[in-house]
């Protein structure tokens, strides 16, 4: 019997006491030994250490997955013919674009898509984020912008880019129409977007609501229903803390129900309201407690945003904004404009000269300065036909002089000193319905009318034009004429003499041919001498009239922000 217990013995010696088996057994026994206190402070130490290598493992995993985009020194999609020459998306590289770029500069196509007005893209911002000199630069190019295209009528938009290209096919909708109006934005400016956000409105409100609110100098009292769109603006000129849905009225208000109150220099005025705007919220972004709020902004952006962005590119470029004052770093200007004189439809062409001092001033990601010759812009002549500086003209009818006597310009030489017409309750532009047919008169005349309004929604959108309110329906194919003579009309075009003048003479009196090789009757007979109608005579506060009457809150245009009157003065009639 004591023989097998002394051979026990003997195995239990034998057992090597070295390895992790070893190791534990001794710490154990150490542990054991311990008193009370000793193992309080041992097994905080152990769960410091296990934290501290878990948040290490994190720090790591953050750092390859928060990284900043590769921009690629020529855009993506840029394609070399036979002869040389760089294109992208059929359109020629400006030459500036090959001349390399400048380090840490990032350039946005940062667009606002009004989700229940046809998608319409009426808010677009060519944004450049300099992370070295750490400043943003951001201009707002207005939807009204006459670009070189095909189409006809208010098809040459910058607002119907999207609509026309972004094809039937609900997966890739976003990718066509996004490139295509990159590829216009690169037009325009000669910088092609490095990345695009599209940002649906109802994001604005949420985004409002989820950092606490937005303090803001509320421009009028505004007063506006639109029970279609379930959209009801009230609010009071001043100081204020916004909600989300107060925010969203702003940004989308226009004037009030009768028109009594409204920006003075038409949807410019508004632009400059929502660049004020974005100015306040990039203030409360960049505080430091932003950070706590992280989990809830992130749901918006998922849900709201469409980007070629990785979150984790986001956050790389919130890092580098850090410190940055909103104040002093962060700026925004509208694009210089001219008046383009286009029968029938509003539109503006950017002031070539204006615009470059602009884009080489903060906005230029190339080595090289823009030059004109990277531009591909429209331009007027003084025989009212339309030539671009670069290119082919598309729309050949353009090339057609028109009368002398429509030459003038009202909009002056610069987006931040002229002022547009305000709206009024009627216009010279018929309007079209949804399936692409124009609203006839219901006295069954065949006459082109406006049901009311301006043809637009207070967000900027064409009333019942998913196309942005083009002349043609989205397909390619034009309205027919809602005379019945099987013609075909784009917007703003009158047939024969049926449009009578806003101004209040009849058409039928004077035909003018347009651009696009059609007669226009009345709407062309007006005292601008054919080029545009006048709007009728009206009382409107903050308006068109030489000596604009006070509201019931006494506010005139003296009164007004900066923003909305830079030079003080009262707007021309």
């Not at 002869?83 to 590289?93: I, R, S, Y």
């Not at 632009?271 to 932003?290: N, R």
């Not at 079209?432 to 006295?443: K, W």
């Not at 034009?465 to 005379?483: F, H, I």
Request: proline share 6%; with cysteine; hydrophobic share 30%.
């Amino acid at each position: 019997m004591s023989g097998k217990r002394e051979s026990k013995t003997n195995r239990t010696r034998r057992k090597p006491s070295g390895g992790l088996a070893g190791w534990w057994r001794q710490h154990r026994a150490w542990v054991s030994g311990l008193d009370r206190g000793q193992k309080i402070r041992y097994r905080l130490f152990q769960f410091l250490v296990v934290v501290a290598v878990l948040a290490i493992a994190v720090c790591l995993a953050a750092r390859a997955w928060i990284t900043l985009p590769t921009v690629p020194n020529l855009p993506s999609g840029t394609v070399t013919t036979e002869e040389g020459d760089m294109t992208f998306d059929g359109a020629e590289l400006p030459n500036v674009a090959k001349s390399g770029r400048k380090d840490g500069v990032y350039t946005f196509l940062l667009v606002g898509q009004d989700t229940g007005g046809g998608g319409n893209t009426d808010t677009m911002l060519l944004v450049t984020f300099d992370s070295v000199n750490k400043e943003v630069h951001g201009m707002s190019l207005p939807r009204d912008t006459m670009i070189n295209s095909s189409h006809s009528g208010a098809g040459h938009r910058l607002n119907a880019v999207y609509n026309y290209n972004k094809g039937s096919d609900p997966d890739t909708q976003m990718e066509k129409g996004i490139t295509a109006l990159k590829r216009e934005v690169g037009k325009l400016t000669g910088i092609i977007p490095d990345f695009y956000v599209v940002v649906q409105w109802e994001a604005v409100g949420e985004l409002v609501d989820a950092i606490g609110g937005v303090d803001f100098d509320v421009p009028f009292d505004m007063d506006y229903d639109d029970p279609a769109q379930d959209l009801h603006i009230r609010l009071k000129a001043g100081q204020q803390t916004l909600s989300g849905e107060d925010a969203m009225g702003l940004i989308r208000w226009r004037h009030n129900n009768d028109y009594s109150v409204q920006y003075p220099n038409g949807d410019l005025g508004r632009v400059q309201t929502q660049q004020a705007f974005l100015k306040a919220v990039a203030a409360e972004c960049l505080k430091p407690e932003i950070l706590l709020k992280a989990p809830s902004l992130a749901q918006i952006f998922l849900e709201r945003v469409s980007t070629d962005l990785s979150i984790g590119n986001l956050l790389a470029f919130a890092q580098l904004a850090v410190g940055m004052d909103a104040e002093n770093d962060v700026t925004f200007v509208t694009m210089p404009w001219t008046n383009a004189n286009y029968p029938g439809v509003s539109m503006i062409l950017p002031d070539v000269d204006e615009l470059l001092e602009i884009l080489n001033d903060g906005f230029n990601p190339y080595q090289d300065e823009i030059q004109a010759s990277d531009l591909s812009v429209l331009y007027r002549s003084s025989d009212g036909s339309y030539g671009v500086t670069s290119g082919t003209l598309l729309d050949s009818s353009l090339s057609r002089p028109r009368s002398s006597g429509s030459s003038s310009s009202s909009g002056g030489s610069s987006g931040s000193s002229s002022s547009q017409t305000p709206d009024v309750p009627a216009t010279e532009e018929p309007v079209e319905n949804p399936d692409g047919s124009q609203t006839t008169d219901p006295s069954g005349s065949g006459e082109v009318t406006d049901p009311g309004g301006t043809g637009e929604n207070p967000d900027g959108s064409q009333t019942g034009d998913s196309s942005g309110g083009t002349g043609e329906n989205p397909d390619g194919s034009q309205p027919a004429d809602p005379s019945g003579s099987g013609g075909t009309t784009a917007p703003g075009e009158s047939q024969g003499g049926g449009q009578t003048d806003p101004g209040g003479s009849s058409g039928g009196s004077q035909d003018t041919a347009d651009p696009s090789g059609s007669q226009s009757g009345g709407g062309s007979s007006s005292s601008t001498g054919g080029g545009e109608a006048v709007p009728p005579s009206q009382d409107i506060q903050g308006g068109a009239a030489a000596q604009a009457p006070e509201s019931e809150s006494g506010l005139t245009v003296a009164d007004l922000p900066s923003w909305l009157n830079p030079t003080g003065a009262e707007p021309a009639a």
